[in-house]
């Protein structure tokens, strides 16, 4: 475990109660960022996936704090989902005090199939069965109960919130509560975009390179979303998409797909429903 000296860990007080995203990708962790950064009591940092705890590690302490907006908040928050590794997590538990986490969980099949059809909007043509043996993260990612064995080397489940993307879809106003109550703030504050669908699946465009580089630009110059929805550029931005993106249904999961990834996700499953006291049948029978 790496050393640091008392100043340096002491530095990060000023982000205490720190809650972090864990993830999983393609399960509206942008969604909960916006909610998260929305809020009027919570200080969540500007840029969605920072990567502090992996490879923005060596830029210390001070560049971390500085990603946080400045104010007076009564609890901070930064959403990464490429955190539940070993590295990340002993380089948390060695730093900070006061931490907490929440984890947005999504049927495993679901996950992977978005994440794959992520990669076919950006040109891929591999079959899913290629796809899986040259990026094995695409197994990865849905492999829940490996990732949360992992994570209980350094932290317990009384830490951990673990909310689910398909409960996010079907009612987001009482996940919302949950959220905000687990975060200690005020409960029943609502944003004005909550029930608004984000990174939705559309096929590849240039468009969307145009409008992710104007995004940037917005948030290089000091703009966050709650700035950018007050002026009424998300809306103009989204409409832009709209008109000029190409946009085709995607295509489904067939029956060999599902079967496929069964022999790499059911084990998973059962161990996680073990881990959380939970019935995950409805992710084992479809």
Same mark, same amino acid.
């Given at each position: 475990?790496?050393?640091?000296? *008392?100043?340096?860990? #002491?530095?990060?007080?000023?982000?205490? !109660?720190?809650? /972090?995203?864990?993830?999983?990708?393609?399960?509206? *962790? *942008?969604?909960?960022?916006?909610?998260?950064?929305?809020?009027?009591?919570?200080?969540?940092?500007? =840029?969605?996936?920072?990567? &502090?705890? *992996?490879?923005?590690?060596?830029?210390?302490?001070?560049? &971390?704090?500085?990603?946080?907006?400045?104010?007076?908040?009564?609890?901070?928050?930064?959403? =990464? !989902?490429?955190?539940?590794?070993?590295?990340?997590?002993?380089?948390?538990? #060695?730093?900070?005090? +006061? /931490?907490?986490? /929440?984890?947005?969980?999504?049927?495993?099949? $679901?996950?992977?199939?978005?994440?794959?059809?992520?990669?076919?909007?950006?040109?891929?043509?591999?079959?899913? #069965?290629?796809?899986?043996?040259?990026?094995?993260?695409?197994?990865?990612?849905?492999?829940?109960?490996?990732?949360?064995?992992?994570?209980?080397?350094?932290?317990?489940?009384?830490?951990?919130?673990?909310?689910?993307?398909?409960?996010?879809?079907?009612?987001?106003?009482?996940?919302? @509560?949950?959220?905000?109550?687990?975060?200690?703030?005020?409960? $029943?504050?609502?944003? $004005? +975009?909550?029930?608004?669908?984000?990174?939705?699946?559309?096929? &590849?465009?240039?468009? +969307?390179?145009?409008?992710?580089?104007?995004?940037?630009? =917005?948030? &290089?110059?000091?703009?966050? @979303?709650?700035?950018?929805?007050?002026?009424?550029?998300?809306?103009?931005?989204?409409?832009?998409?709209?008109?000029?993106?190409?946009?085709?249904? !995607?295509?489904?999961?067939?029956?060999?797909?599902?079967?496929?990834?069964?022999?790499?996700?059911?084990?998973?499953?059962?161990?996680?429903?073990?881990? /959380?006291?939970?019935?995950?049948? #409805?992710?084992?029978?479809?």
């Amino acid at each position: 475990m790496e050393k640091k000296d *008392t100043k340096v860990i #002491s530095d990060l007080k000023e982000v205490q !109660p720190l809650f /972090i995203c864990l993830g999983v990708r393609k399960a509206a *962790t *942008t969604w909960l960022h916006r909610q998260l950064e929305a809020h009027p009591e919570i200080a969540c940092t500007i =840029t969605k996936e920072i990567g &502090y705890w *992996t490879s923005n590690y060596n830029k210390g302490p001070g560049w &971390y704090l500085d990603q946080f907006p400045k104010g007076n908040y009564q609890a901070f928050a930064e959403v =990464t !989902p490429h955190y539940l590794n070993e590295n990340a997590l002993s380089r948390m538990a #060695s730093d900070i005090s +006061d /931490i907490r986490f /929440i984890l947005v969980l999504r049927d495993p099949f $679901d996950r992977v199939w978005s994440e794959y059809l992520n990669m076919v909007r950006n040109g891929s043509r591999q079959k899913l #069965s290629t796809a899986i043996i040259e990026n094995p993260k695409l197994i990865n990612h849905s492999l829940y109960a490996k990732a949360l064995k992992t994570y209980l080397k350094f932290f317990s489940m009384d830490q951990l919130l673990i909310l689910f993307f398909e409960e996010i879809k079907e009612d987001s106003i009482s996940v919302l @509560r949950k959220l905000y109550e687990f975060v200690g703030v005020n409960k $029943d504050f609502v944003s $004005d +975009d909550f029930q608004k669908e984000v990174n939705k699946g559309r096929n &590849y465009s240039v468009t +969307d390179h145009m409008l992710k580089n104007i995004q940037l630009v =917005t948030k &290089y110059c000091g703009l966050r @979303r709650k700035h950018l929805v007050g002026f009424g550029l998300d809306k103009k931005l989204e409409h832009l998409y709209t008109c000029l993106a190409r946009k085709n249904p !995607p295509p489904k999961m067939n029956e060999d797909d599902r079967t496929l990834l069964e022999k790499y996700l059911n084990q998973d499953i059962h161990e996680l429903g073990n881990i /959380i006291n939970k019935n995950m049948y #409805s992710w084992l029978q479809k």
